[in-house]
């Protein structure tokens, strides 16, 4: 296990960050123009160099099972993208996707009735392989579901690097949330996939894990913690939500230092 000097595969990891014990989320993400962005130092785990290109999405966020969320989205060149969201449908269905393309080629909608609880959730998502069935959803301290009802589908191999990335609407410009503000905590992307029992540890019995002292930390690429990061030196300029293992740093559009909340 990495402690917080140490050097990570994706950067250097600033030497404390005083504030996360008070830990932050930011909210105020509630159109199409209040989002975060980036179009520089991507994550270029994504930019599969196999279809069986391995990787882990951490995210913790607040859930409302009436509620339609928002998405994670990075587009590629040739009109290629793919997005992660979310939906709160009829109290009773998380509904993922992955696409490829602004025609919706590749959707991969992962289905979960009794998700009936609101509040704090964690959302692990792992790649082990180019198909429906080699991406696992693990939700708080649940076992891991996946799309095999629909194993036709296959994960897009990327050719070209990503040119943007964003949280808040998808990378081919539609926006969410529908339902409202929420609250999110942190977003990490992992290279290599998790098993269950790592899976379990970032949810952490439900309390805000510094991920930078998860077991895989050696793998972290990119950390995104919303409110409780810095530049590494102390400075945090209250438009930008700062990339504590790599360099991806996020602008903050429409919202600002205001929309950093206790958690």
């Known amino acids: 296990m990495l402690g917080l000097g140490n050097t990570l595969s ?17 909210t105020g993400i509630t159109s199409t123009s209040t989002y975060l962005s980036s179009t520089t130092n991507l994550p270029q785990v994504f930019h599969h160099a ?28 040739s009109g290629k993208y793919f997005s992660f969201g979310y939906w709160g449908q009829n109290t009773q269905c998380l509904v993922w996707t992955f696409q490829e393309a602004h025609s919706g080629g590749g959707h991969m909608p992962v289905n979960q009735t009794d998700l009936n609880a609101s ?17 696992k959803v693990y939700i ?32 081919h410009g539609g926006g969410f949330p529908y339902g409202g503000d929420k609250k999110m905590n942190d977003f990490a992307i992992f290279d ?13 019995s439900g309390d805000t894990l510094d991920l930078r002292t998860h077991s895989r930390a050696s793998d972290l690429e990119h950390y995104w913690l919303m409110g409780d990061g810095d530049d590494g030196a102390g400075t945090n300029d209250g438009t930008t939500i700062y990339d504590m293992a790599g360099d991806c740093d996020l602008t903050m559009n429409g919202i600002d230092a205001t929309d950093i909340v206790t958690w």
Do not use: C
């Not at 509620?67 to 590629?76: K, N, R, S, V």
């Not at 509040?119 to 991406?135: A, C, M, Q, S």
């Open 10 to 26: 994706g950067g250097i990891v600033p030497a404390a960050v005083s504030s996360f014990s008070d830990t932050k989320a930011i």
């Open 50 to 77: 196999t279809a069986q290109q391995e990787w882990t999405f951490v995210h913790r966020f607040e859930y409302d099972k009436d509620e339609t969320h928002y998405t994670f989205g990075m587009g590629f060149s």
């Open 119 to 135: 509040g704090k959730w964690t959302i692990v998502i792992t790649k082990t392989g180019d198909t429906n069935e080699d991406l």
């Open 140 to 171: 708080n301290n649940g076992s891991a579901f996946d799309t095999s009802s629909n194993p036709t589908n296959t994960i897009g191999l990327y050719t070209s690097a990503p040119t943007s990335l964003t949280i808040g609407k998808s990378a």
């Open 192 to 204: 290599g996939a998790f098993s269950e029992a790592e899976a379990t540890e970032a949810y952490n």
